[in-house]
């Protein structure tokens, strides 16, 4: 229906309707499905980086806890510890879709939901009629302006999810945008996590390993939180310390925390080690921004003796100021980068490289990067190249079971194709 009225009305009036017409959609499943997330409590967690794995460690946490647990990521879907591949592309789905999985989980009688919320989801009202009782912010960097336009939208539409004022509130206190978003009351508590000396949840201790990190809270100035995560790199610091807070602020015991966390060891698509035997270290992560991009390859040049070794691109039909950005990033960091199409989507694949390659040229990255557009002929050059003691990254599609190449969807499993390159 919304592509038919795309179709067929001018673009002004589609404006002052689809906004109706998405609230109407949403009404009309919650009443098909009968409301099913009314009787859960439920943890939405929104932010431009590091949703997926915060829920990863809150989901962890809560079975740890006992409680029987439903996830909703952009990289799976968990019912009572039974977990499915998200194939749809999409971090929330239609509200159709997205109330039968609820009602799913209902019959499967989970009593704590974990959902990643987006802001487009928050302004298409897609998360209508689900309860919050817990909205956690990870951080707020550039992403989808194609869509909001500028970043004060990006952020208002974020704010969507706390101004319905759930019970509970959990706010990085070092992102920049931590002053916006603190304007918003929870209707019981509000906490702050980061090693801001105000953080509420202060990261007092952060060891950094090749495969873990060591990690030591301090929560209201006197509760001590210590857990070793097995997902390494700082930004996994937040993620973890985001679901911890959360955890302490729903009353879950300090053990409970710590066990949970400690019981995640991976996220799928996220720095997701490939191992065949081979001498070098390879990984895949889902990173898509400039800020994902800088943390991942600022993570991994910590933990490389050698040479760090990027296949990277960047989506199509989506925000395109990014791009040259992305593109200075991966000069900075990255000893030898290969340029390459991620997902392409109606927009010509060439054009899309160009624009990272302006950033690779600004930042005097031309002599170390080369322009490769099939996907798994760069991945197969960067790891022809690799020698024992490098890392090589390749960013973009993570976990995603398929890609869209000029508008047609394709087969693609990125950490299989990395595998079966190795092993031949």
Same mark, same amino acid.
């Given at each position: 229906?919304?592509?038919?009225?795309?179709?067929?009305?001018?673009?002004?009036?589609?404006?002052?309707?689809?906004?109706?017409?998405?609230?109407?959609?949403?009404?009309?499943?919650?009443?098909?499905?009968?409301?099913?997330?009314?009787?859960?409590?439920?943890?939405?967690?929104?932010?431009?980086?590091?949703?997926?794995?915060?829920?990863?460690?809150?989901?962890?946490?809560?079975?740890?806890?006992?409680?029987?647990?439903?996830?909703?990521?952009?990289?799976?879907?968990?019912?009572?510890?039974?977990?499915?591949?998200?194939?749809?592309?999409?971090?929330?789905?239609?509200?159709?879709?997205?109330?039968?999985?609820?009602?799913?989980?209902?019959?499967?009688?989970?009593?704590?939901?974990?959902?990643?919320?987006?802001?487009?989801?928050?302004?298409?009202?897609?998360?209508?009629?689900?309860?919050?009782? &817990?909205?956690?912010? #990870?951080? =707020?960097?550039?992403?989808?302006?194609? $869509?909001?336009?500028?970043?004060?939208?990006? +952020? *208002?539409?974020?704010?969507?999810?706390?101004?319905?004022?759930?019970?509970?509130?959990?706010?990085?206190?070092?992102?920049?945008?931590?002053?916006?978003?603190?304007?918003?009351?929870?209707?019981?508590?509000?906490?702050?996590?980061?090693?801001?000396?105000?953080?509420?949840?202060?990261?007092?201790?952060?060891?950094?390993?090749?495969?873990?990190?060591?990690?030591?809270?301090?929560?209201?100035?006197?509760?001590? &939180?210590?857990?070793? #995560?097995? =997902?390494?790199?700082?930004?996994?610091? $937040?993620?973890?310390?985001?679901?911890?807070? +959360? *955890?302490?602020?729903?009353?879950?015991?300090?053990?409970?925390?710590?066990?949970?966390?400690?019981?995640?060891?991976?996220?799928?698509?996220?720095?997701?080690?490939?191992?065949?035997?081979?001498?070098?270290?390879?990984?895949?992560?889902?990173?898509?921004?400039?800020?994902?991009?800088?943390?991942?390859?600022?993570?991994?040049?910590?933990?490389?003796?050698?040479?760090?070794?990027?296949?990277?691109?960047?989506?199509?039909?989506?925000?395109?100021?990014?791009?040259?950005?992305?593109?200075?990033?991966?000069?900075?960091?990255?000893?030898?980068?290969?340029?390459?199409?991620?997902?392409?989507?109606?927009?010509?694949?060439?054009?899309?490289?160009?624009?990272?390659?302006?950033?690779?040229?600004?930042?005097?990255?031309?002599?170390?990067?080369?322009?490769?557009?099939?996907?798994?002929?760069?991945?197969?050059?960067?790891?022809?190249?690799?020698?024992?003691?490098?890392?090589?990254?390749?960013?973009?599609?993570?976990?995603?079971?398929?890609?869209?190449?000029?508008?047609?969807?394709?087969?693609?499993?990125?950490?299989?194709?990395?595998?079966?390159?190795?092993?031949?």
């Amino acid at each position: 229906m919304k592509q038919l009225l795309k179709k067929i009305l001018p673009r002004g009036i589609l404006r002052q309707l689809i906004n109706p017409y998405h609230w109407l959609e949403a009404l009309a499943a919650n009443i098909r499905y009968g409301f099913p997330a009314r009787h859960m409590y439920v943890v939405m967690i929104t932010g431009t980086n590091g949703k997926t794995t915060t829920a990863s460690f809150m989901g962890s946490i809560l079975k740890e806890a006992g409680h029987r647990v439903g996830v909703c990521s952009t990289a799976y879907f968990e019912i009572a510890g039974e977990r499915i591949a998200n194939d749809l592309n999409f971090t929330v789905t239609n509200p159709f879709k997205l109330q039968s999985l609820l009602a799913e989980m209902k019959r499967a009688k989970i009593d704590h939901l974990v959902l990643e919320v987006t802001s487009h989801a928050l302004l298409q009202h897609r998360v209508w009629g689900i309860p919050c009782d &817990v909205a956690i912010m #990870t951080n =707020l960097s550039q992403d989808h302006l194609d $869509y909001h336009g500028s970043m004060d939208n990006y +952020a *208002a539409a974020k704010a969507k999810l706390f101004s319905r004022q759930p019970r509970l509130i959990v706010l990085n206190r070092d992102d920049e945008w931590f002053d916006y978003f603190n304007q918003f009351s929870a209707a019981e508590q509000k906490m702050s996590f980061g090693v801001h000396n105000e953080a509420d949840a202060r990261i007092a201790h952060a060891h950094l390993h090749k495969d873990s990190s060591d990690v030591e809270l301090e929560i209201d100035n006197q509760t001590e &939180v210590k857990f070793t #995560t097995k =997902l390494p790199g700082k930004f996994n610091v $937040y993620n973890a310390t985001a679901a911890a807070t +959360a *955890a302490y602020l729903m009353h879950i015991d300090i053990h409970q925390i710590e066990q949970g966390i400690e019981a995640l060891p991976s996220v799928p698509g996220r720095l997701e080690r490939v191992a065949a035997g081979q001498p070098f270290e390879v990984f895949v992560d889902y990173a898509h921004t400039p800020d994902a991009l800088e943390n991942v390859l600022e993570t991994l040049k910590h933990l490389t003796k050698n040479r760090l070794i990027l296949v990277f691109g960047a989506t199509g039909d989506r925000d395109k100021a990014k791009r040259p950005i992305m593109g200075e990033i991966a000069t900075r960091l990255a000893d030898r980068i290969f340029v390459t199409d991620d997902e392409t989507y109606t927009e010509d694949g060439a054009s899309i490289r160009t624009m990272l390659m302006e950033g690779v040229k600004t930042a005097g990255g031309i002599a170390k990067t080369e322009e490769i557009a099939d996907r798994k002929e760069a991945i197969e050059k960067a790891l022809s190249i690799a020698r024992r003691n490098d890392t090589v990254v390749v960013t973009g599609i993570g976990h995603e079971q398929y890609r869209i190449m000029g508008g047609v969807r394709e087969p693609w499993n990125e950490v299989k194709i990395i595998r079966d390159l190795l092993e031949k």
